[in-house]
Structure formats: structure tokens, C-alpha cells
């Protein structure tokens, strides 16, 4: 919500891989040192440990984050490193037409709006929003979201990616020391590759969405992530069944870079298809279906791997150190991970139907009341 309000459109995918990337490196940093820290100390000082940043980081929040106004009045501009000045700049001009008695002036480019009035893409008329939707009751807020096709699509796009990523980076140490028979330090080093791999992938695909928008393609932010995962689904096959960890690692960095790189896009357009009112509880409503994904994610992988195995192997994500790892266990995984990787599929397909239905709903939300300010 913060993200649709403070920039604008044209550069929401670049910005949205900015913060994916960060949130990619500070999961991969805060597994690393609350595993070394459990091994050391206790589980509990690594509870402690990752829990302290939190305190600093609402303090921080509460003092530098002003809430913006709705409907893309509080944009910044380029170089702007005062929000509260840039908030007090944004409330002067939204109240200069009033006292002055002119028009009030044109809201900030919004190009995949501009791109479907172009295109003369008419609204869906059973969707179309003539009340506040920031004064509308969190239930049939909730109802509204579901409803939007478009939304929908991406929601179980999404989550499935999120379901997939979870249960890989659950067991991916088990399986890079069980399946190629790699020491603690390699197996180590391989997932920091696959990090990095991730990273890029985000960063290229924000700026890479924003591209091609302004080129005049609207369908962009939700073709790119179609193509990531069905080209994750491919590239990890030979991944997982190589036996020789140098050919593998290659094609394991590529799948994780495209699974990384379908998300900048995905946030982006979740903000085009809502009205600016709902992107609070939009979000809300997608966190929660998705966080169930992946709490769901290591249940399923272990328990496809205990069919194969004959028993369910220890959950050992990135910064655990592991023990011997017997052949069978490694070999459950390999078959968990080709089966699972059905649910990246089932994601581009997914998104793939959302092409057809997003720029109505692009032109949905832009004829809708975007909310009044709090």
C-alpha cells in the first residue's frame, strides 16, 4: 500500500524488486546467523537475536514514515529524501484548487491506466466501485478483492511460487549435501549462489517489467512472471536429477533466479487492478493466503519424501549444519522436488489465464473511487 502511494506506477517494479531483493538478503543473512547462533548458544538466543531488529525497525517506521495521501498525491519525485516535507508539499497542492477555483490538476501517470484508456478497454460494470472503498466494512472489502478475476489469478499464482520456494529452501541443504554429496562448507556455498542467483533475478525483472510497460505492452508485469515460472519448471528438472553438482548448480541458480524474478512484477500489478483504497487490505487478504502456502510448503514436501524414503526427513533450512545424509532421504527429496515443481507450473498457468482478464481490471480500478484520505 506504502509502495503504490509513494511512487508511481512507471517505476513500481524496479522499486518492488529493490525491496524483494532486500527482504531476499536479509532472510538468507538472518538464517545463516540464527542457525550459527542455535548451534552455539540455543535456539532461544537466535529467537532473541532476530527479534531485536524489530524494535528499531517500528521506531524507525513511526518516525520517519508519514501516512501519505491516497490516490498518488503524495508521489515523490527523484532525489526527495524528506517525507514529511514531501507530505506537506503534497497536502498544499491538493488544497490549491480548491482555494483557488480552478480544476484540480491531472492525478500522476499511471501508464498501465493510460495504456488501457488508449486501447479503449472499458470497465467492468459489476465491479466498478462508486462508494469509498476506505469506508467500506473489512468483510465486504475482503469480498470485493475475491472477486476481481484478475486478483484471484495472481493470488494463487503467487502462492503457489511462495509454496514451491518455501519447501525448497526447507530441505535445500539436506538435499545439495544427500543428492551430490557435498561437504557442509560446499552445500553452504552452493545455497549462497542460489541467493545471489535470486537477487539478480529480482533486479532484472523490476526493471525489465517497467520496460516493457512504457513500450505500451499493459500485460507485461503479469507475462513476465508467467514466463519465469514455466521457465523455472523446465530449468530445474535437469537441476534436481544430475548427479554432478558443477552441471546442476547452473541450471539450480537459473530456476531460482526466475522464481525470484516472477514476484517484483506480481506486486506491481496487485496495485494496478485495486483501487487505490483497498491496496491496505488487498495486501492483507494475499499475505495471508500465501503465508498459509508456505507454512504448508515443508509439510508436503516431507511428507511426498517419506513415501518415497520411508520416513520424513529433518527440515534443515539455510545456516543449519546437518549430519550424514542417508541415500534414501536423498533421493525422497529428488522425487518431492519433481513432483512439487508441478505447482510452478500450475502457477504460469495461472497467470497466463490472467492476461486475458487484467486490463479490464486495470480499467476497473482506474474508473473506481480510489478512497478518501485518512
Excluded: K
Excluded at 54 to 64: D, V, Y
Aim: glycine residues 10%; charged residues 15%.
Amino acid at each position: 500500500s506504502l509502495t503504490g502511494d509513494y511512487f508511481p506506477a512507471r517505476e513500481r517494479g524496479r522499486v518492488y524488486a529493490y525491496i524483494l531483493g532486500g527482504e531476499i538478503a536479509g532472510t538468507a543473512a538472518g538464517f545463516i546467523i540464527s542457525g550459527t547462533v542455535a548451534s552455539v548458544i540455543s535456539w532461544r538466543a537466535a529467537f532473541i537475536l532476530l527479534a531485536l531488529p524489530g524494535f528499531f525497525l517500528a521506531r524507525s517506521l513511526w518516525r520517519t514514515v508519514p501516512e501519505p495521501l491516497r490516490g498518488g498525491q503524495s508521489r515523490l519525485e527523484a532525489g526527495v529524501v524528506d517525507l514529511d516535507e514531501a507530505l506537506e508539499s503534497a497536502q498544499a497542492q491538493a488544497q490549491a484548487p480548491s482555494q483557488q477555483g480552478d480544476e484540480p490538476e491531472p492525478e500522476p501517470d499511471e501508464l498501465a491506466q493510460e495504456e488501457v484508456r488508449r486501447r479503449g478497454v472499458a470497465p467492468n460494470p459489476q465491479l466498478l466501485l462508486h462508494e469509498d472503498p476506505s469506508q467500506m466494512p473489512l468483510g465486504r472489502a475482503i469480498r470485493y478483492t475475491l472477486q476481481v478475476p484478475t486478483n484471484v489469478l495472481l493470488i494463487m499464482g503467487s502462492a503457489l511460487g511462495y509454496f514451491f520456494f518455501s519447501g525448497l529452501s526447507t530441505f535445500a541443504l539436506l538435499f545439495v549435501r544427500g543428492h551430490y554429496h557435498a561437504s557442509q562448507a560446499t552445500a553452504e556455498l552452493v545455497l549462497a549462489m542460489l541467493v545471489v542467483g535470486a537477487l539478480i533475478g529480482t533486479l532484472i525483472s523490476g526493471r525489465l517489467t517497467d520496460l516493457l510497460l512504457r513500450r505500451g505492452f499493459v500485460e507485461a508485469r503479469v507475462f513476465v512472471p508467467t514466463i519465469c515460472y514455466l521457465g523455472a519448471a523446465v530449468l530445474l528438472v535437469p537441476g534436481f536429477v544430475s548427479s554432478t553438482l558443477t552441471p546442476a548448480l547452473w541450471f539450480d541458480v537459473a530456476g531460482a533466479a526466475l522464481i525470484s524474478a516472477a514476484n517484483p512484477g506480481l506486486d506491481a500489478a496487485r496495485l494496478d487492478i485495486m483501487p487505490a483504497g483497498l491496496w491496505g487490505r488487498a495486501e492483507s487478504v494475499r499475505t495471508f493466503l500465501r503465508s498459509l502456502a508456505q507454512a504448508l510448503a515443508p509439510l508436503l514436501f516431507g511428507g511426498v519424501a517419506d513415501l518415497v524414503a520411508g520416513f520424513t526427513p529433518h527440515q534443515a533450512p539455510i545456516g543449519t549444519h546437518t549430519g550424514v545424509i542417508s541415500p534414501a532421504a536423498a533421493n525422497g527429496l529428488e522425487i518431492s522436488f519433481l513432483v512439487m515443481l508441478v505447482s510452478l507450473l500450475a502457477a504460469g498457468l495461472f497467470l497466463a489465464r490472467a492476461r486475458h482478464t487484467y486490463a479490464q481490471d486495470v480499467a476497473t480500478a482506474a474508473a473506481s473511487h480510489q478512497g478518501s484520505d485518512p
